[in-house]
Structure formats: structure tokens, C-alpha cells
């Protein structure tokens, strides 16, 4: 499996960048401009100090894979993956360097294997080691140059006799003298623009000096939607069954049901943090709520129909959680119902009866 596969899978995308340390993780968040903070329940900003909640920040950003292979180099990369990386030309080198005949069996017969998948079949019978030996060989995966800061001339007299000593260095015709401008300082190159575009070959990319990076077909945006879909579905699965596991007791106050609901959630293993936002709490970069009433009245729940259809679009799933503490259940269930008519999608209205103490 390639990496750009394993990137659009949630478990393999956690299994790849905790073969990082923590350094390697701060340094890839620091290249794509992910900040490593996140919001607790109080509303205070801290830092991500631990390894998990630095992977849980950025599998919710758009890390580019060129960093993340250059991160892991080839010493951490399976055999598999490195076949991958590599293009065609490089991977027949390796057959020829190896002795290893490219050939497939058909229901043909014997035929030559020329598609990259079939090569690869017939490569991976040679052990990680030599795959890793080669890899480093060809420099497979290259540091990216970074930006080249110049030093300004201090004078406008240094910069005259730099620019005149360039000059004179480009000898021009008679006819182009007069078209002949003033060489100025040449532009310092970023990081993006050594990046490797999806169009173009593995071949042309290292001429240009950019980092070693498989080309697919899928596009970077679609494989970053799809991590995301991904991590949401499991989160909203962890969200629905922390409240299923919600018993509210009756005789306590809203407040008391929030800190019940709280420990719960902390429970679970994806959420290592939960914040206030406009909704009792949030996950993930504010894109699940759930709120939480104990409503003394029915115009309490008036109201909350009225704030969640305000903020509906700013989420990608609300829950409300209802404690029934009234004698009317019916009149509850029908207040329920017209809340999760505002839309059926991204609403679900839990009801939770509170059970007097035995």
C-alpha cells in the first residue's frame, strides 16, 4: 500500500505519523503552519505538549505528504512503501542491480511485467534491507532546499559595484545595448515552489530538486477529505457512545449533568480534549456539538431551537441531549421532534429520563 492510500485511512494515517518522535511531529506542523494548541473546557488556549495530542492536531490539518515521507526517511518506511516512491526507471534499476527477472504469470503463459504494480509484485520478494540500501543509494527522498536569505548591500555604493561587476560579466551585441537592464537580486525560491506538482514525473522532479513523491491520480485535496470524513465518522461514533452510556440521575442541577456528561467523554480514546464554544461542548476544530438542557420549561427548548437553527451551518453534526426531569414525556418528545426537523441530517435529539434514586 502506498502512502498516498494509507494517508486516506484514518488508523493508517495514526500509524504513520507515530513513527515520528515528537520533535519530528512539531517540525512537521511547524512546515505546513498547523499551530499545536488547542482549547480546554474552561475556554483556555494551551499548548500541545504530549505526542497524541500533537497527532490528534494534525490529523485534523492538511499536512502535505512530501513532508511526512522527508520526516521519515527511508529507515522508518516498509519495504513496500519505499517500492512506492519509487518510478519505473528506478524500480527496473533495482530488478537489473538485483538480478531479478521481470516477469508475471498469466493465464498466457510468461509475460514481461511492465505495469508499476506488477513490478513492484515481482520486487517485493527482495528483503527491506536491500530495498533500503538501494533507496539511499539513488537518494530517494532529498531535503527540500530551504529559502536563501541574501544580504543586502550596506550602501548604494556596494550595491553599484555589484551591480556593474555583473554587467559587465554579460557582454551584450551592438543591437541589444540599448535593451540591456540592470541586473537585480535573484528571487529567493520557497519551499512550495521546489514542491513536486502532480503532473509531473518522479524523473523531472529530481531534476528540479524537489522531494522524492509518488504520482497518483488521486488528487491532494480529495485524499485530505477523505482523512477528514474519516475522523469524524469515528469521533461522532465515540460521541454516541458516551451517551448512551449517559444514566442521569434525577435531583440535579444542569450544571452537575454537564460534568457527568464531561467524565464520560473524557473517557474515550479519540477525545483527549473538550472545549466550550456556543454549544455546551465541541470537538475536533469546532465541527461536532452537543448540548445539554435540563429544561424546568418547555420555552427553554423554544429557545434552543431557535440558537442551533442561528449557528447550524458553522458544524458538521449537533447532538442535543434532553433531561427529562417534567411530568409531560409527550410534550418533551413533540419539542424534541421539531428540533430535529430543522435538519434531519446533522441534528439527532437524545432524551434522557432522569431515575430516581432506589
Known amino acids: 500500500m502506498s502512502i498516498s492510500e494509507k494517508l486516506a485511512d484514518y488508523d493508517q494515517t495514526v500509524d504513520l505519523l507515530n513513527r515520528l518522535s515528537k520533535e519530528e511531529l512539531e517540525e512537521l506542523a511547524k512546515r505546513n503552519g498547523v499551530k499545536l494548541e488547542w482549547e480546554d473546557l474552561s475556554g483556555k488556549v494551551r499548548k500541545a505538549r504530549t ?22 526517511g527511508t529507515s522508518r518506511l516498509t519495504k513496500e512503501e519505499l517500492l512506492n516512491c519509487m518510478n519505473v526507471k ?170 457527568q456528561l464531561y467524565d464520560l467523554f473524557m473517557k474515550k480514546p479519540l477525545i483527549s480534549e473538550v472545549k466550550r464554544g456556543k454549544f455546551d461542548f465541541v470537538f475536533g476544530r469546532d465541527q461536532i456539538a452537543v448540548e445539554l438542557k435540563a429544561p424546568r420549561g418547555f ?13 447550524l451551518d458553522e458544524y458538521e453534526k449537533i447532538f442535543v441531549v434532553i433531561v427529562d426531569k417534567s411530568s409531560s414525556p409527550e410534550k418533551i418528545e413533540e419539542k424534541a421532534k421539531e428540533i430535529e426537523k430543522i435538519d434531519p441530517k446533522k441534528i439527532r435529539v437524545l432524551i434522557k429520563r432522569a431515575k430516581k434514586k432506589k
Open 51 to 72: 505526542k497524541s495530542k500533537i497527532i490528534e492536531i494534525l490529523l485534523e490539518s492538511e499536512f502535505r505528504e512530501s513532508d511526512l515521507i522527508e520526516l521519515l
Open 90 to 259: 528506478q524500480l527496473k534499476r533495482l530488478a537489473k542491480e538485483t538480478g531479478i527477472e521481470l516477469v508475471k504469470p498469466t493465464i498466457f503463459g510468461i509475460k514481461k511485467a511492465t505495469k508499476k504494480k506488477d513490478i513492484i509484485d515481482v520486487l517485493s520478494v527482495l528483503s527491506t534491507s536491500k530495498i533500503r540500501e538501494f533507496a539511499e543509494k539513488i537518494k530517494l527522498i532529498r531535503k527540500t532546499a530551504g529559502s536563501v536569505k541574501r544580504k543586502k548591500p550596506k550602501s548604494t555604493k556596494a550595491k553599484a559595484r555589484i551591480l556593474s561587476k555583473r554587467q559587465k560579466a554579460i557582454k551584450p551585441t551592438h543591437e541589444e545595448k540599448k535593451e540591456v537592464k540592470p541586473i537585480g537580486y535573484a528571487k529567493e525560491t520557497s519551499m512550495e515552489e521546489y514542491r513536486l506538482k502532480p503532473e509531473l514525473l518522479t524523473e523531472k522532479a529530481v531534476r528540479q530538486g524537489g522531494i522524492i513523491e509518488e504520482v497518483t491520480k488521486e488528487i491532494i485535496t480529495e485524499r485530505h477529505t477523505v482523512r477528514r470524513i474519516l475522523f469524524l465518522r469515528t469521533l461522532e461514533r465515540e460521541i454516541n457512545e458516551a451517551l448512551r452510556n449517559f444514566s442521569p440521575p434525577a435531583g440535579m442541577k444542569e450544571r452537575e449533568y454537564e460534568r
Open 299 to 311: 420555552k427553554a427548548l423554544d429557545r434552543l431551537a431557535d440558537k442551533i437553527s442561528r449557528h
